[in-house]
């Protein structure tokens, strides 16, 4: 475990962590249990790793009919939606409809096994479950990534990418109020009560909400579990995480945040970026506000590109 600040916070931290680490599980057992009480689960991505989207097939795979995933939302943008629905009816099964489509595996991160293994997983329980199938939802707005032509409307556009999703994935739902939702995206889209300002360039915007926080504003309840692992910076993407984080060599956990991490009192670290910043706001809030859950990663592995 490690931290920075006074010892006295260290000593209350390293409490408040071993109290917390007591209630771990396996992540595995960890969502299905939530999607066992909560009709709409948020899992957070981290792009460039394989363990998220290990899980997220995983959860397909092991599922049972009785607690069964009935919509499996993507950070898909909405035009490739004809395509996953043709993969999903192809028969036998055709993944190169996906391949030749690879915006439908979010080829801006690198189309990889993992994110191509979760499509398989769908079909393989459809195949074996016609009367239960799982329905795979493009969630993210038309046309993203977007190709900005100023500073602005790169901004512009990424202040208005959440509300945007959050207004079609309310429709989607209200038509089908039953079914059981695993929503997949990356994690910032998860986090609920917090906005932030986004700057490129001589641009900035600020927003008010991220997607769940959106639905959570309209009575929508989301269960937001946040996925986080040591990064490129040494850190994970959340100071909780520089806390709670697992030994080397230590298995993944998954944890449900309560009062034991507000002393971390800013847990999100602001995102630079070649020219790109990212600042959440308020920067200070406990983030039992913002999530309900998180899984630690302790040995994540890239993801596996299937083409440059």
């Known amino acids: 475990m490690r931290s920075r600040g006074t010892p006295i916070l260290l000593v209350a931290l390293a409490f ?60 898909v943008a909405s035009e490739e939606q004809s395509a996953i629905d043709r993969y ?29 293994d979760i499509y398989r997983a769908a079909y393989r329980w459809n195949a074996d479950h016609p009367e239960r199938p799982i329905h795979v939802l493009a969630a993210d707005i038309r046309g993203w ?37 695993l929503i997949f995206m990356g994690g910032y889209h998860g986090l609920k009560k917090v906005g932030g300002e986004v700057r ?7 927003f008010d909400r991220w997607f769940a926080g959106y639905l959570a504003d309209d009575g929508i309840e989301v269960y937001t579990v946040l996925c986080d692992a040591r990064q490129g910076g040494g850190h994970g993407a959340t100071r909780v995480f520089d806390v709670l984080e697992p030994p080397a060599g230590g298995k993944d956990i998954a944890v449900p945040l309560d ?48 083409r440059p």
């Open 259 to 306: 009062t034991a991490t507000d002393a971390v009192r800013q847990p999100l670290y602001d995102v630079e970026q070649e020219g790109y910043s990212l600042e959440f706001w308020p920067s200070r809030f406990p983030l039992r506000t913002a999530a309900d859950a998180m899984i630690l990663f302790a040995r994540p592995r890239p993801i596996t590109l299937l």
């Open 200 to 206: 490129l360039g001589q641009a900035h915007d600020r």
């Open 88 to 116: 999903l009816a192809s028969m036998p099964e055709d993944t190169t409809i996906l391949l030749e489509n690879p915006r439908t595996l979010r080829s801006h991160w690198g189309v990889s096994a993992e994110y191509l």
């Open 145 to 181: 990534p977007m190709v900005a032509l100023t500073e602005h409307m790169a901004t512009g556009g990424f202040v208005n990418r959440d509300v945007w999703m959050a207004a079609a994935f309310r429709k989607a739902i209200t038509a089908h109020p039953e079914w059981r939702t």
């Open 16 to 75: 408040h962590a071993a109290a917390l680490l007591a209630q771990a599980s396996p992540p595995l057992q960890f969502m299905q249990a939530a999607l066992a009480r909560h009709r709409i689960v948020f899992l957070g991505d981290i792009h460039p790793l394989a363990e998220p989207k290990l899980l997220v097939a995983r959860l397909l795979r092991e599922q049972t009919t009785e607690t069964g995933i009935d919509l499996l939302a993507l950070e």
